[in-house]
């Protein structure tokens, strides 16, 4: 008996649905793949629009940095003219006071004391030196202490001298700067 499909549009339609769906599914693929590399694409663009911003960014940074540099050397060199200025002030203020000091010591020392020795160190003056009699120390310590250039006579050592006349002595005392001292009153 010879068989007879009577339902052959079947297998054709299923035939064609496959077809159909093969080639939708092969469109959808491409369609896919397009859009993955436009997207790839728009990504890449997006990055490298960063990067030369970034570069940009970069490069402006150095140029400030080389600035910020510049403007600290100059904040150096204006703070090392401030303290030059300083000093300078400083040296033409007390100009006049080691004429005055010098004066006053002069002043200060009664008949029969020499001074062997004279060293000033910061406010401090250290004196050595020779007198007659131990009175004149004495006396050379008050008027140190009455005047107004000098404060708190400090008396190291008194020794006889070696000829069995006089003695040797040793004393500091402070410097002060009355017009300083008037200054600073009159602030207060």
Same mark, same amino acid.
């Given at each position: ?8 549009w ?5 035939e064609e ?14 369609? @896919?793949a %397009? ?8 990504? #890449? ?6 990067v030369?911003?970034? &570069?940009y960014?970069?490069k402006e940074i ?14 150096k060199k204006r703070e090392?003219l401030?303290?030059r200025?300083?000093?300078i002030q400083?040296l033409q ?5 080691i004429?005055r000091?010098?004066d006053?010591v ?7 004391v020499?001074f062997s020795?004279?060293? @000033?160190? %910061?406010n ?5 030196g020779?007198a #007659?009699a131990?009175s004149?120390?004495s006396?050379?310590m008050? &008027?140190?202490d009455?005047?107004?250039w000098?404060?708190n006579?400090n ?7 070696k ?8 004393l ?6 009355p017009?300083k001292?008037?200054k600073?009153a009159?602030?207060k």
């Amino acid at each position: 008996m010879a068989r007879i499909n009577l339902l052959p549009w079947r297998e054709e339609l299923r035939e064609e649905q496959k077809k159909q769906f093969l080639t939708t599914l092969v469109g959808v693929v491409i369609i @896919a793949a %397009g859009l993955v590399f436009l997207a790839g694409r728009e990504i #890449e663009g997006m990055i490298d629009h960063q990067v030369s911003r970034n &570069d940009y960014i970069k490069k402006e940074i150095k140029i400030l940095d080389v600035k910020i540099n510049e403007i600290s050397e100059l904040k150096k060199k204006r703070e090392e003219l401030i303290a030059r200025m300083k000093v300078i002030q400083d040296l033409q203020g007390t100009r006049p006071v080691i004429v005055r000091v010098f004066d006053e010591v002069a002043r200060s020392i009664p008949d029969g004391v020499y001074f062997s020795s004279l060293t @000033a160190k %910061g406010n401090n003056l250290a004196v050595v030196g020779n007198a #007659e009699a131990n009175s004149r120390v004495s006396s050379l310590m008050r &008027d140190f202490d009455q005047s107004e250039w000098f404060s708190n006579p400090n008396l190291h050592a008194v020794n006889k001298g070696k000829s069995g006349v006089g003695s040797t002595f040793n004393l500091t005392v402070t410097q002060v700067n009355p017009n300083k001292e008037e200054k600073g009153a009159k602030i207060k």
